[in-house]
């Protein structure tokens, strides 16, 4: 299967189908986060071992000199003279920026205690919406253990009852076609959002005591760290740059007088905004993108294979190398999709990592 990215090549940024994978693990999300860029590491190592003349040449977690003399650690780095580190030819660096869920407001104003027939609204009011949609929760009633709450809205007449457990959540959004949803505790994103999401926001109930039911409020962001993360890249390669071919910019060599390429190979791709994208097109010699999908994938073959609770362990560039099972876990992805896996934004095709003319390169599948 060679899977269509162009349905995840959006004009606006919303929240990443890798993220209602990642929820149905019911993980912190600092744990599971490092592991969807351990994840993109181990897919890019997978790309890299397909080329003998590159394996043979590669440095894994090396650190690299610049023309500032500054040491820029990267994942993947390729000499000429592996042994001496010399002759640099090409760097690859993997970047991944979730989602980040933020209280909202602070302090106490992100939390709402009620009674029993009490409620709150959530107001979703996206600039590109039509018109503003409320929701409202009402606390029904509660136990010791759980509150069974009522969902209603502004948009239609739907009207949902669930229960939740103490330190449980549901999480209330609205699609790119301004519909609004909700997950159930414990429930798959995947399975009950099937559109792309514009706004989420998740409500969790944090304790029940003395007959009040208090919940906490979240906002869920498209990845606000990418114009860092957009920005650091874009200074190691130029720094790189610099130093082994004595200019700054990418637009000032042709390819033939390159000695090196930095490529910049990135996941959760919606997550990023259009200046984002801007600088890392700019200053970035190729910007690679594997799709959600692939991801996903990735996920559910490891969970297949090791189980939920030892999958997690075996997302390691350094399991990758040394354990076969890793292997053949990240062989079985490629070749579900045909080798498809690193897609050229510039270039807008699928892509496979090479070596010629003593240069790292990507060629067109």
Known sequence: MIYDISQE???????????????????????????IGDMLEIITMGGVYKCPELLRRLD?????????????????????????????????????????????????????KLHDTESFTLDFNGRWMDAQIVQTITLLSHDDHSATIRLTNSKNSDVYEII???DGNIKIIVDENQNILHTTPNGNMLDEIPGIIRICKTIKLDKISDGICQFSLY???????????????????????????????????????????????????????????????????????????????????????FGIRQMLDKISKNNYAKEADVKEAIEHVFTFFDNHIFYDIALESYVKFDYQNNKLVVTRI
């Open 9 to 35: 090549l959006r004009d606006f940024t919303y929240i990443t189908n890798v993220y209602k994978c990642i929820a149905a693990y019911n993980l912190k999300g600092h744990q599971i986060g490092r592991k």
């Open 60 to 112: 894994t977690e090396g650190k690299l000199e610049g023309f500032t003399t500054a040491g820029h650690k990267v994942e993947f780095g390729f000499y000429n003279d592996l042994q001496h580190k010399e002759g640099l030819f090409g760097a690859v660096e993997c970047k991944c920026v979730g989602v980040e869920e933020t209280t909202a407001g602070k302090g106490q104003a992100c939390l709402r």
């Open 164 to 166: 939740i457990s103490v």
């Open 219 to 305: 906002n869920c962001l498209t990845g606000p760290q990418t114009i860092e993360k957009a920005k650091q890249a874009s200074l190691v390669a130029m720094d790189l740059r610099k130093k082994i071919d004595g200019c700054w910019g990418k637009e000032e060599l042709s390819d033939d007088d390159r000695n090196m390429n930095f490529l910049h190979v990135i996941c959760e791709f919606s997550h990023w905004e259009e200046k984002s994208r801007n600088v890392i097109k700019t200053c970035i010699d190729h910007n690679i993108i594997v799709p959600d999908a692939i991801v996903i994938k990735a996920f559910e073959v490891f969970e297949e294979k």
